[in-house]
């Protein structure tokens, strides 16, 4: 697994304004070792990702504050998954529904929302970087 975490957010003081983890997972196609993208794959995932990514970060609380924050980005086993903290799951769901059915995209993808008031959802990930 390739994980890159936003250690920003460890120490983030805030947590309790973004407590939905969302997760969306694209589907990898071309594939080398270990389930791993190949080099073309990679430039494909990252143009999905970052479609969805610009669409998410353009996203606006009803105060003009960004309503999500990017936490992680996972590749393994033929996927790719992007993880967020929401603070309004209905802006993103709004979003990420109109995404979805906009265009045949290149790769199917898909998204999960749910409520984590504690942050238990990034728990293990930010375990895996520990404090210095």
């Not at 994980?3 to 460890?10: F, I, K, P, T």
């Not at 990017?70 to 590749?75: P, Q």
């Not at 802006?91 to 979805?100: F, R, T």
Request: charged share 25%.
């Amino acid at each position: 697994e390739v994980l890159m975490v936003n250690d920003g957010l460890r120490d983030f003081e805030h947590r309790v304004i973004f407590p939905w983890h969302l997760s969306v997972i694209i589907v990898a196609v071309g594939l080398a070792e270990r389930g791993m993208p190949d080099p073309q794959e990679q430039e494909v995932l990252n143009a999905v990702g970052n479609e969805i990514e610009d669409a998410l970060s353009a996203a606006r609380t009803e105060f003009g504050a960004p309503n999500v924050l990017y936490f992680a980005r996972s590749t393994w086993n033929g996927q790719r998954e992007l993880m967020y903290r929401v603070h309004d799951p209905e802006i993103v769901n709004d979003i990420l529904q109109a995404k979805i059915g906009t265009k045949n995209w290149v790769r199917s993808w898909d998204f999960q929302m749910e409520e984590d008031d504690d942050w238990s959802l990034t728990a293990s990930i930010m375990a895996l970087y520990p404090t210095n």
